[in-house]
């Protein structure tokens, strides 16, 4: 049985991941800001899905974080699926702080405080959901693609440290397309459900992948933005 915490598992992505670990009788950690969701999951799993409530804007991740870890008694897997992500048709400073909050500094402090528990205990995993935004500049949502980034580029160098020291810890930069919660705004374009993204995911974590593309044909498309040309991609990005 695997002990997998998962922040921001109230909804969508991470409600879906949250019950295939607990489908399969693992353990899970679920937390969000929403307490009627969190009690929900934890009715629908009463024996697989322990909950904290908290916002990760605020400054008390880590004490929830000891706390959860705690009723687990111990973890293996951390997930960060929180995430805040809006259109700025200006450059707005609320948009840009609570995605700059949720998106690197919620995202450092409880990533770092993983890694070292993960170090001490000498295993562990981290997953991250980054996204497809993450490839490059965006002008609808500036902040949001730069936070994603921030994310992505930021496992990726986890990934270099652990991989030279031959380490027992992996981690796994997920990066979705359009997924069909809340967050993906009524997009239509190959877009999948949820349910099909955590499945997808979960094997990746599973395989200890470094990186995955949601859904794997999205690869084509995180490709075809990374190398197009600038003359082309400033015009429509
Ligand atoms: N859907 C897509 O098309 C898509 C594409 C690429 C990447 N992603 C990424 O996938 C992740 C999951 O998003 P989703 O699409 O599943 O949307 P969602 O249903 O809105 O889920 C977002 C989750 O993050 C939690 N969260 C947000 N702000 C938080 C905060 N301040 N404190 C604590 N928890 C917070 C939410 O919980 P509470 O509201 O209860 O706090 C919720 O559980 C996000 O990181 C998003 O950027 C999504």
New binding site residues.
């Given amino acids: 049985m695997k002990k997998v915490i998962i922040i ?7 409600r879906a991941i949250a019950r295939i670990y607990a489908n399969e009788g693992n353990l899970v950690g679920a ?4 307490q009627e ?1 969190l009690y929900s999951l934890q009715l629908e799993y009463p024996n697989n899905v322990v909950t904290e409530c908290f ?3 605020a400054l008390d991740n880590i004490t929830h974080l000891e706390s959860l870890i705690e009723k687990m008694e111990g973890l293996d897997l951390l997930i960060y ?5 809006e259109a700025s048709q200006e450059v707005d400073w609320e948009i840009d702080q609570t995605t700059v909050q ?1 998106n690197v500094l919620g995202f450092i402090e409880i990533i770092d405080y993983a890694y070292n528990y993960f170090q001490k205990q000498g295993y562990g995993q981290l997953a991250t ?1 980054s ?3 993450s490839a490059r500049g965006n002008s609808h949502a500036p902040a949001y693609s730069a936070s994603k980034a921030f994310q992505s580029v930021y496992f990726e160098g986890l990934y270099m440290k652990l991989k030279k020291k031959k380490s027992s810890i992996f981690v796994t930069d997920i990066q ?4 069909n ?4 705004k009524g997009r239509t374009f190959w877009v999948s459900s ?1 349910a099909k993204a955590a499945e997808q995911i979960v094997v990746a974590i599973e395989k200890k992948k470094w990186r995955v593309y949601i859904t794997h044909r999205w690869w084509v498309i995180a490709k075809m933005i990374k190398w197009m040309p600038n003359f082309v991609y400033h015009n429509i990005g």
């Avoid at 921001?8 to 991470?14: N, R």
């Avoid at 937390?31 to 929403?34: S, Y």
């Avoid at 699926?81 to 992500?85: C, E, H, L």
């Fill in positions: 921001g598992a109230t909804s969508g992505i991470g937390t969000g800001r929403r969701l916002d990760v804007t699926n929180a995430g805040y992500g949720t959901t996204s497809i935004a979705p397309g359009f997924v919660t809340k967050m993906a949820p």
